[in-house]
């Protein structure tokens, strides 16, 4: 009785799991997506008198059922074979089917390109039907690829969301965890942890720990495909010389300064070669324990006189500090359709120019403002006053923002960042007031001037006009 049962269990479970097989066959081929033919694969039970090849059923849309015992050179094989028949009988199955694939192309490109004629049907059931088979074997290749590019789309869409969550979340997380840590039996971990960060406080301010395996991740490349995000170059930057480049807009989370200068998935070490490329972001990022870690291998800097002095006059040669010049105070003006800056009172990155004599090089990212959509409170409205307050305790200001997909996915707009021609700078340890007014006015102009110069081929039309407030 015992034995009935768990034969009856077995079988119950095989069949669930073939089941299982048929749904994931049907998905990886494409089958719901097919508009020409639907076509789902089964393994069928094995009779005692069969060989030892599997029987492949194909239930074909118009009700014609086609059975071989010999292997079938289904998309089915490659993916099914390894849970049912394990993984070397998986192998000399897949060698079988790509031999029956390779005989019967030859003979079907000898005696019928396309399908077999109608002469040759009758004489020829079997080479009929294989032939037929054959042909829908291609047509869920293509459907295949029609899924890869669905699966790229996916990823893509996993890249950019982990990058969300990361900017609004990962500081928080790290926090947390450490606290609980704390609490646990594991608390001389962060203990030490604490004890290693105020020994290694000042790191941040002395040009981070950029770690190459972390810029080039492929999470990165799949992240710039997913708007795209395009880097252009306007003119040389030479490697004998350090440069301030000021990123505008500021957007809601700068995907353009972060592709194209905090990862190499934009090529800027290439476009640019012998240059460093160096993003400044908020100095209290680096004071969250853990999640500094992650900043500072990716090459990021506060944006903090003492990081900003040491890239420029004790690192040498060929480094690019990029700072988003906008800040909060920019972000909260982020909206489709508006091409504003906020830079007329922003003279401290000209200044720091002049003390280090780095050369000033405007850029600007159209499409940046297209992301996302935001609500944007009046001036002197509730909202408006608790950003404010907001920024003015923490450095940064809430946004109401809502994307593409889960309110969190920015929408697929192009998004082009345009590297404008250096401005040559000066290095003056004293800069007058005249002197920083006199090349905040020509960055100004020169951005300016970017941006009219670029509009039309970045998909802006000639009617829209850069705001600088």
């Known amino acids: 009785m ?17 089941s299982f097989c048929r749904t994931a066959f049907s998905i990886i081929n494409g089958a719901r997506n097919s508009e020409v033919m639907k076509v789902s694969a089964f393994i069928s039970h094995r009779d005692a008198n069969s060989d030892d090849a599997p029987t492949f059923t194909r239930h074909i849309e118009t009700g014609v059922s086609v059975t071989s015992q010999s292997p079938f050179p289904t998309l089915a094989c490659s993916h099914l074979c390894p849970l049912l028949l394990g993984s070397a009988a998986a192998k000399n199955q897949d060698k079988l089917n790509h031999t029956w694939i390779d005989g019967m192309e030859r003979k079907i490109t000898k005696r019928c390109p396309d399908t077999c004629t109608s002469q040759d049907a009758p004489s020829r059931p079997h ?53 609980y840590l704390m609490f646990t039996s594991l608390w001389p971990l962060p203990t030490l942890y604490f004890i290693w960060m105020v020994n290694d406080w000042q790191t941040p301010e002395r040009g981070s720990r950029r770690t ?27 490697p004998n010389k350090n440069y301030i480049l000021g990123s505008h807009p500021h957007g809601i989370m700068c995907a353009g300064a972060f592709a194209c200068f905090s990862t190499e998935s934009c090529g800027f070490a290439e476009t640019f070669p012998g240059v460093k490329s160096t993003l400044a972001i908020l100095a209290g990022l680096f004071k969250i324990p853990l999640f500094r870690e992650y900043l500072m291998s990716a090459g ?28 909060a105070a920019e972000s909260l003006a982020s909206s489709p359709g508006i091409n504003r800056v906020v830079m007329k009172q922003r003279k401290g990155f000209v200044r720091t120019a002049l003390e280090n004599g780095a050369d000033l090089v405007p850029v600007y990212s159209f499409g ?23 920024k003015s305790i923490m450095g940064f200001a809430p946004c109401l923002f809502v994307g593409e997909r889960f309110a969190l996915l920015p929408f697929r707009k192009p998004v ?48 829209h006009k850069l705001e600088i407030i």
């Open 2 to 18: 015992q034995d009935v049962r768990l034969a009856v269990r077995l079988d119950t479970w095989v069949k669930l799991c073939r």
């Open 127 to 179: 080479l009929a039907a294989r032939t037929h088979t054959y042909a829908h074997t291609h047509h869920n290749a293509a459907t295949m690829t029609k899924e890869k590019t669905q699966l790229k789309e996916f990823l893509e869409a996993i890249s950019v969301l982990q990058w969300v969550l990361s900017f609004l979340f990962l500081g928080l997380a790290c926090i947390i965890l450490m606290v």
């Open 212 to 238: 190459t395996f972390v810029r080039k991740w492929k999470v990165w490349f799949q992240f710039r495909e997913y708007f795209p995000i395009k880097l252009v170059k306007t003119a040389d930057l030479s």
């Open 300 to 327: 990021l800097c506060p944006v903090s006189k003492p990081s900003l002095v040491h890239l420029l006059s004790k690192s040498g040669k060929g480094n690019a500090v990029v700072i988003v010049v906008g800040g």
């Open 368 to 390: 940046e403002n297209e992301l996302f959509q935001q609500v944007i409170f009046s001036d002197g409205s509730l909202g408006r006053r608790l950003q404010d307050l907001f």
């Open 416 to 463: 082009t960042t345009v590297v404008g021609s250096p401005i040559s700078v000066p290095k003056c340890l004293t800069p007058t007031e005249e002197q920083v007014d006199h090349y905040h006015m020509l960055y100004m102009e020169a951005l300016a001037k970017l941006f009219h110069e670029h509009k039309v081929s970045c998909g802006l039309s000639e009617s």
